[in-house]
C-alpha cells in the first residue's frame, strides 16, 4: 500500500476512548495499542511489550501506568519500565521502555502519525470545539471508493465538500450541520471512519446520523459484490 | 611515597574554558631531562596520581609545562589540579617516563591530535623540527576558542607545519581523516593521541588506508593503578586497546563508569542475564555475578558481563 | 505450505496424534514441519506413518513409536531419542492425557510459555499463582551436555491451589527439563508425599512455522481426583496461556537478546534461546527467516 | 430442590449458565462432563439427559432443560425477585430477541474456536466471515446505545441478553477473530467484566 508513510490518521473517537483501558488498532498493517490512564490523553504506542511481545493492547492499567496483562511489567506514560513483579526491588533498566507514537487529540478525534522522529504537523481541519462523537465504522473497500461513496452520499439534506485532506474530509450538510470523518487505513482493503458533527447537538440528530452512516458502508460493501 | 620530585607551582594560565596549563619548576637543583612524547606522574591529592604529558620543548629543562583539562569523570585528578592549586603551591611529581617515545624514521610523521590529546604532540613536533624533520600536525579540536597553547603554536618554529580542523564529527572528519592519511608510503608513521572515539576513528581510516598496526604510535599512559582506599570495592579497569583506564567506585557498574567516559558498551538486560554485553578479558580475578555464562566460563575467566561482575583484583584489563 | 528442509528440525522425535484419537482401521491427515502425512491405525497398537504429495497420495513410510500417551514420527534421522521419564512406568501412576490443543505460534513460544514462573500469578490467578506473591525467586539452570537437555532447578513459586488435589496454597518445587526443542516437561513436589514428583510433560507437534498442536500427558500421583477434573484443570491451565501465545509478535521466536529484553526470572527460557542458537535450527526462528 | 449443571470448564454455552447462577447467588452441584478429548456429551448416558448431546444442560428437580439460553430464561423468570435479568415490560421483546441472536448468529465465533483449539473439521472462513458479521450487527447496536447514554444491550441495567452474548464475544479471539473493528464492544464488554459478580473463564483475562 502505497499510502504515504508520514501521515496523521484519525484512530478512534477520543471520547469512545475509556477512561483505563487499552486498545487493539491497526494502521497500515502496523499493530498499535491505544490506551489511556485513568486520566489524561490518549497515547498511541507500538501493540508489542518489549518484554516477550505480547501485545500492549491486552493490558490493564493502573494509576497511569500501562501493565502488560502477562507479567504485569509496568510502563509509564512516557513509555519507560518502572515495574517488574518478578522482581519487586529492581529498578528496571531505562534500556526498557515501550515504543511510542506521535499522538494528538482534536476535534473529538485521536490522530496518530507512523513517523515517530520528525512526524508533520497536524493539519488544520477548521474549528477546534463544537465537534460532538457521533460513531466509528469499519468498511471494507478502498480509499478511493469510499471518498467517492461520502461525496455522493445522501445525508438527509444537501452536502457539499468543505475540505478534502489526505485523511479526511469535511462535509457541509444542510444550512447548520458539518460533518468530519477521519480515514484510517487499515489493510488493503479495509478503511476505518470516525466521524464527528457540529451543529448536531441532540442524541437523536446524533442517532440518525449513526444509522445513515451504516447506510452508507452496507452501500459501499455491496457495490463491491457486485464487482 | 607520591613520586620522587617536588616542585613549585610557578605559573597558571588557562588555555581555554576546561585546559589550563601548569608551569611546574624545581623546588631545588634542576629536572631531569626528558624525551619528547614523555609524561609524569602528578600526586595532586595524596594517595591520588595521574599522568600528563610534557608540553614543552624537550631542550629546554629549566621546567615541565603539562595541560589538564577538567574531566568529568574525574576521581578527584583534574578536578583537584583545577582546584586547590595555587601559583607557588608545592607538588609531588615522578620522574618522566615515556611509553610515546619517537622513532628515527626517514619518511614523513603525520601527528594527530585530537583535544587536550595535543600536549605530548607539541614536544614532538619541537624535536621533529629541531632535527628537520618532514612533519605535520593535525590539531582537531571543536572550536577556535577551545584551541590550547595557541601562542606556543603560532609562536614556534614549525608554525607552518600546524593544520587546523574546527568542530568536525563523523562522517566528515573520517573524509578529513582520509585525506591526510591517503597513500602510506613504507617509513611513514603517524603519531596519535585523543579521546577514544577520535582515536578509533583514526585507526580504522589508517587501516583501510593501508598502514600498518606498527605504522600508527599510540599514546598509552600505562602508570600503575592510582591508589585505592584499602577494603573498598573499588578498582581499576583499563580498555587494552584504548589506552584509557577509569575507576569503577563499589557503588558504580563497570558500564556505568564507561558509559561516563564516552565508551559506549551495548547492553539489554544489564542484569547479567542475557549475555549482550559479554566482554573479553585480559587479566583480572573476577567476581561474576552473573547468571549467563556458565561454570567452565567463570573458572576460565576469560569472559565476563561488565554491567554486573566486578574485579576482585584492584586491576581489571578488558579488551576492548 | 511448503515442507521445511531444515535437518536440524527434522531430525526430531514430534508427536502426530494421541493414543485413541484414531479407530481402528481409519487414518487421520494432518501436517509435520509444512510436511503433509497421513496417520494409519492398522490395529489396537500398530500405526503407520506416510508422507503425502500435494496431489494426496501415499508417499515414503516414516518411522513411528508409541508412548507417553502420543504417536510420535520424524521426517529425518534423529540423533535424539525419545526422552526416558520413569515416572510413567511406575505402577501406582495416573497416566493421564488430555488430547491436543491448536495454537497459531511457534512451537518455542509454548516451551518458552511452560519454563515461565513470572506469568503464573497474572495468567493462573488465584490457581498456580498470587498476585500479591510475584517475586521469582533466583533458580539455577544448566546444559546437561550428555543428554544435551536444558534444566532448571531450585525453582520455587507460591501457589493457592497447586493442583487439583491440593487444598490449600503452599510454596510449590518445580524443576523443568527440556528434552528437545519441542519438548518440556516440568517435576513439581505430590503434595501427600513429597518424596515424589508428579511429571508433566508437553509434546508439540510442529505443523507450520506459526502452527502446532500440543499434547500434554501426564504421570500423576493422585488418587483423589477423577480423571475428568484432572484433564479439565490442564486443559483450563493451557488455555489461560493460549489466549498470550496467540497474541506475542512476532510468532516466530526472536534469538537477539537486544529484541525481546530479558529479566533473572526468564533465565530458563534465555538458556533454551542460547541452546537453540547454538543448534543452529532454522524452522520457525525469526532471524532465519529467508533474508 | 437442588439444580445440577452439566458443565465444562472450556464450554462458552455453559459459561452462560454459570454467570446467572453466580449473579443470582444460587448454589448448585457441578456435575463434571469430559466434551473433550472423551467426547462424553456423545455417550449413551448423556443422551438420555440431552438427546441433542450438547452441553450445558441442566436439571431442576423433576425439571431437565438443554440449550444455554432457555435455561437462562428459566433462572431468571423462576429465581430473580428482582425482575432486572429478564424484565417482563416493554423490555421483555428486544431481551428475547437477543437472546436468540446470542444462540443462533453469534455461534459462528464458537465454531471458528472449536476449530482453532479443538480441531474440529469446518468451512474456518465462512465461520468467521459470518461471526464478524454477527459481531458488526451487536456493535451497531451498542453504537446507538452510547449514544443514548447507556451500557447495556436493552434497559438500564445488565439483562440475560448481556449475559448471552458475552461470552463468544468475548471468546471469538480464540477462533482468529479480533476486536479491532468493534469500540462499542470492547467498552461494552469491559464494563460487563466490572460487574459484582462476575468471573473469567479460561480464553478471558482475569485482569481489567
Not at chain 2, 595524596?46 to 569523570?73: F, H, M, T, W
Request: charged share 20%.
Amino acid at each position: 500500500m502505497g499510502i504515504e508513510h508520514n501521515q496523521w490518521r484519525g484512530i478512534g473517537l477520543d471520547r469512545q476512548v475509556q477512561p483505563a483501558s487499552s486498545n487493539p488498532v491497526i494502521v497500515n498493517g502496523e499493530m498499535l495499542a491505544m490506551w489511556r490512564g485513568e486520566n489524561g490523553p490518549v497515547r498511541v504506542w507500538e501493540d508489542r511489550c518489549p518484554h516477550r511481545g505480547m501485545r500492549l493492547s491486552f493490558g490493564f492499567v493502573r494509576g497511569d501506568s500501562l501493565r502488560c496483562i502477562y507479567h504485569g511489567w509496568a510502563y509509564r506514560t512516557d513509555g519507560q519500565c518502572v515495574e517488574i513483579p518478578a522482581h519487586p526491588d529492581l529498578t528496571p533498566p531505562k534500556t526498557i521502555c515501550a515504543a511510542s507514537y506521535p499522538a494528538e487529540t482534536r476535534y473529538g478525534i485521536v490522530w496518530t502519525n507512523l513517523e515517530r522522529a520528525a512526524p508533520s504537523p497536524l493539519p488544520d481541519l477548521g474549528p477546534e470545539d463544537g465537534w460532538e462523537p457521533v460513531r466509528s465504522l469499519y468498511v471494507n473497500g478502498s480509499a478511493a471508493q469510499v471518498e467517492a461513496a461520502i461525496e455522493a452520499f445522501d445525508f438527509g439534506a444537501p452536502s457539499m465538500v468543505r475540505l478534502k485532506h489526505a485523511n479526511a474530509i469535511a462535509l457541509g450538510i444542510g444550512v447548520e450541520l458539518e460533518l468530519l470523518i477521519a480515514l484510517q487505513p487499515v489493510a488493503d482493503n479495509r478503511i476505518g471512519l470516525h466521524v464527528v458533527a457540529r451543529g448536531a447537538s441532540t442524541p437523536e440528530t446524533r442517532a440518525s446520523l449513526a444509522r445513515r452512516l451504516q447506510r452508507l458502508r452496507t452501500e459501499i460493501e455491496m457495490a463491491q459484490e457486485k464487482k | 611515597m607520591d613520586g620522587e620530585l617536588e616542585v613549585i607551582v610557578r605559573q597558571i594560565q588557562s588555555e581555554t574554558s576546561e585546559i589550563r596549563s601548569f608551569v611546574l619548576e624545581p623546588a631545588s637543583g634542576s629536572l631531569p631531562p626528558f624525551q619528547a612524547g614523555a609524561h609524569i606522574d602528578v600526586f595532586p591529592i595524596p594517595g591520588i596520581s595521574r599522568q600528563y604529558s610534557l608540553v614543552n620543548d624537550p631542550a629546554d629543562c629549566s621546567r615541565y609545562v603539562l595541560g589538564v583539562k577538567r574531566e568529568p569523570n574525574s576521581r578527584g585528578g583534574s578536578s583537584a589540579m583545577h582546584g586547590n592549586l595555587q601559583e607557588g603551591s608545592r607538588l609531588r611529581i615522578s620522574r618522566p617516563k615515556n611509553n610515546f617515545a619517537l622513532r628515527s624514521n626517514r619518511g614523513r610523521s603525520i601527528l594527530l591530535a585530537g583535544g587536550i590529546g595535543v600536549t605530548p604532540l607539541l614536544s614532538m613536533a619541537q624535536a621533529l623540527c629541531a632535527r628537520d624533520a618532514d612533519f605535520q600536525l593535525h590539531y582537531f579540536v571543536r572550536s577556535n576558542s577551545e584551541m590550547a597553547f595557541r601562542d606556543l603554536i603560532i609562536g614556534s618554529a614549525w608554525s607552518s607545519c600546524v593544520n587546523y580542523h574546527f568542530g568536525l564529527v563523523p562522517p566528515v572528519l573520517n573524509d578529513v581523516l582520509e585525506e591526510i592519511l591517503r597513500g602510506p608510503v613504507a617509513d611513514d608513521l603517524v603519531y596519535l593521541c585523543g579521546p577514544s572515539p577520535f582515536m578509533d576513528a583514526v585507526r580504522s581510516v589508517a587501516t583501510n588506508a593501508g598502514w600498518t598496526a606498527d605504522q600508527v604510535v599510540l599514546e598509552h599512559f600505562s602508570a600503575e593503578p592510582p591508589k585505592l582506599e584499602a577494603g573498598a570495592d573499588e578498582f581499576v579497569v583499563r580498555l587494552a586497546r584504548r589506552g584509557v583506564e577509569l575507576v569503577v567506585p563499589s557503588e558504580k557498574t563497570i558500564i556505568e563508569v564507561l558509559r561516563e567516559a564516552g565508551v559506549e558498551i551495548q547492553t539489554s538486560c544489564e542484569q547479567g542475564v542475557c549475555g549482550t554485553c559479554v566482554t573479553p578479558v585480559l587479566e583480572g580475578d573476577l567476581l561474576h555475578n552473573d547468571l549467563y555464562l556458565s561454570d567452565d566460563e567463570h573458572e576460565e575467566g576469560r569472559l565476563m558481563t561488565p554491567c554486573v561482575s566486578r574485579c576482585k583484583s584492584k586491576l581489571l584489563i578488558l579488551d576492548i | 505450505m511448503v515442507a521445511t528442509t531444515d535437518t536440524v528440525a527434522r531430525n526430531e522425535w514430534v508427536p502426530c496424534g494421541w493414543l485413541g484419537q484414531i479407530a481402528i482401521g481409519t487414518n487421520l491427515d494432518t501436517m509435520i514441519f509444512g510436511q503433509p502425512i497421513r496417520v494409519a491405525r492398522i490395529a489396537q497398537d500398530d500405526y503407520h506413518v506416510v508422507e503425502l504429495s500435494d496431489a494426496g497420495t501415499e508417499g515414503r513410510s516414516l518411522p513411528v513409536q508409541t508412548r507417553y500417551n502420543c504417536i510420535f514420527t520424524t521426517l529425518g534421522e534423529p540423533t535424539r531419542a525419545l526422552p526416558e521419564i520413569s515416572e510413567f512406568d511406575e505402577p501406582d501412576r495416573r497416566i493421564v492425557g488430555c488430547g491436543s490443543v491448536g495454537v497459531s505460534t511457534c512451537p518455542y513460544r509454548l516451551i518458552e510459555n511452560f519454563l515461565d514462573l513470572a506469568h503464573l500469578c497474572f495468567i493462573h490467578k488465584d490457581i498456580l499463582g498470587d498476585p500479591e506473591k510475584s517475586e521469582v525467586l533466583a533458580y539455577k539452570t544448566e546444559h546437561r551436555k550428555e543428554a544435551d537437555e536444558i534444566w532448571a532447578v531450585d525453582c520455587s513459586f507460591y501457589q493457592p491451589a497447586a493442583s487439583k488435589a491440593s487444598t490449600s496454597g503452599q510454596m510449590t518445587k518445580y524443576i523443568y527439563r527440556v528434552m528437545s526443542p519441542f519438548s518440556v516437561m516440568l517435576y513439581k513436589t505430590v503434595n501427600s508425599d513429597p518424596s515424589r514428583n508428579d511429571a508433566i510433560c508437553v509434546f508439540i507437534q510442529p505443523i507450520g512455522e506459526t502452527q502446532c498442536l500440543a499434547y500434554m500427558p501426564m504421570a500423576l500421583v493422585d488418587d483423589v481426583s477423577t480423571d475428568g477434573d484432572i484433564i479439565e484443570f490442564q486443559q483450563s491451565i493451557f488455555l489461560q496461556d493460549r489466549v498470550i501465545l496467540e497474541n506475542q509478535r512476532p510468532a516466530l521466536l526472536p534469538l537477539d537478546p537486544t529484541y525481546e529484553l530479558p529479566t533473572r526470572a526468564d533465565a530458563s527460557s534465555i538458556a533454551y534461546r542460547r541452546w537453540l542458537k547454538a543448534m543452529n535450527i532454522q524452522f520457525g526462528i525469526l532471524e532465519k527467516q529467508a533474508a | 430442590m437442588t439444580i445440577t449443571l452439566y458443565d465444562y470448564t472450556l464450554s462458552g454455552s455453559c459459561y452462560k449458565v454459570r454467570l446467572l447462577l453466580r449473579f443470582l447467588g444460587l448454589a448448585y452441584e457441578r456435575q463434571q462432563i469430559d466434551f473433550f478429548p472423551g467426547r462424553q456429551h456423545k455417550s449413551l448416558e448423556f443422551l438420555e439427559i440431552n438427546p441433542l448431546g450438547q452441553l450445558p444442560a441442566l436439571r431442576d428437580g423433576t425439571l431437565m432443560l438443554r440449550d444455554a439460553q432457555a435455561i437462562l430464561c428459566h433462572l431468571a423468570n423462576t429465581y430473580d425477585t428482582s425482575g432486572q435479568w429478564l424484565p417482563r415490560d416493554e423490555r421483555f421483546g428486544e431481551v428475547m430477541m437477543w437472546v436468540m441472536f446470542a444462540g443462533g448468529e453469534l455461534m459462528n465465533s464458537s465454531a471458528a474456536r472449536l476449530h482453532d483449539a479443538l480441531g474440529y473439521k469446518l468451512d474456518i472462513e465462512a465461520a468467521r466471515a459470518n461471526a464478524h458479521a454477527a459481531l458488526r450487527v451487536l456493535e451497531d447496536h451498542m453504537t446507538g446505545r452510547e449514544i443514548a447514554g447507556r451500557k447495556w444491550i436493552v434497559g438500564d441495567a445488565p439483562t440475560i441478553a448481556d449475559i448471552a452474548c458475552f461470552p463468544y464475544i468475548a471468546l471469538s479471539g480464540d477462533g482468529g477473530i479480533g476486536h479491532e473493528d468493534y469500540p462499542a464492544l470492547r467498552n461494552w464488554m469491559r464494563d460487563f467484566r466490572r460487574l459484582d459478580g462476575f468471573h473469567a473463564m479460561p480464553g478471558i483475562a482475569e485482569f481489567v
